[in-house]
């Protein structure tokens, strides 16, 4: 059955290529706080086209897998890709990784704007849970989300629209002149939701505020982030064995 990202594959990466949000914020935050990566062994959870990945993949030995078939395709499509990819899922991930690599284990395990489109608590459970067996005993889980904390206002920002319906949250991607390049909706998942499903995981969080790369300070300005300062779209978290 076609994934949520697999009707909208083509187009969200072309979005996420020029993305200020992913370029300037997300991706150089998901970085930091992975950590040193040079000689790790990385897994990437909903690895998309594989555009963060395979910066990971410059330092580190990456296996990443996504549920949607497009955006792996589009991931493998990538001439120069060095990093492996799955189309796979939280539930049955722990037996591919088992039956492609035996006993293998992860130093680190990264995920970017992915947990909240679990479609369930169960599911987000699930994705600690099998993180957690992957991972070595001194092993982390770095994640960056949407953050439940942020106040929804008339004036949005970020060429981004947000939108509740119903429990879930929808987000229109705008282009320079406001006009909705795609959409995509999840669960708005609150911060002890996630605490939560860590911690019956056997992890415990901690939470991390994100800035702007000084890139992207150097080319909008500090005035251009102030916004996502004071009122954060997006949050970090790393979590820990206990």
């Not at 120069?80 to 539930?91: G, I, L, N, R």
């Amino acid at each position: 059955m076609p994934t949520q990202y697999d009707n909208i594959s083509r187009e969200y990466t072309r979005l996420a290529m020029n993305d200020r949000f992913k370029r300037y914020l997300q991706y150089p935050e998901a970085l930091r706080l992975a950590g040193s990566l040079e000689g790790s062994m990385i897994l990437d959870i909903g690895s998309g086209a594989g555009l963060l990945t395979e910066q990971l993949a410059q330092k580190a030995r990456v296996i990443a897998y996504d549920n949607s078939r497009e955006q792996i395709a589009q991931a493998l499509a990538n001439p120069s890709h060095k990093a492996q990819y799955f189309v796979a899922d939280p539930h049955n991930i722990e037996d591919i990784i088992r039956k492609n690599f035996a006993d293998i284990k992860f130093d680190k395990a990264i995920s970017t704007m992915v947990l909240m489109y679990s479609q369930d608590k169960s599911e987000l459970e699930q994705f600690f849970a099998s993180t957690f067996n992957l991972l070595n005993d001194d092993g982390a889980f770095s994640s960056i989300i949407y953050d439940p904390e942020h106040k929804i206002t008339d004036n949005q920002g970020f060429q981004r629209r947000w939108t509740m319906k119903g429990k879930k949250l929808s987000v229109d991607f705008l282009d320079e002149n406001g006009n909705t390049i795609t959409s995509a909706d999840f669960n708005n998942y609150s911060r002890e939701d996630y605490e939560d499903a860590a911690k019956k995981a056997g992890f415990t969080i901690e939470w991390m505020n994100l800035v702007p790369s000084k890139e992207g300070i150097e080319l909008f300005g500090q005035q251009y982030w102030e916004q996502h300062m004071k009122n954060p779209a997006y949050i970090g978290f790393i979590a820990r064995k206990n």
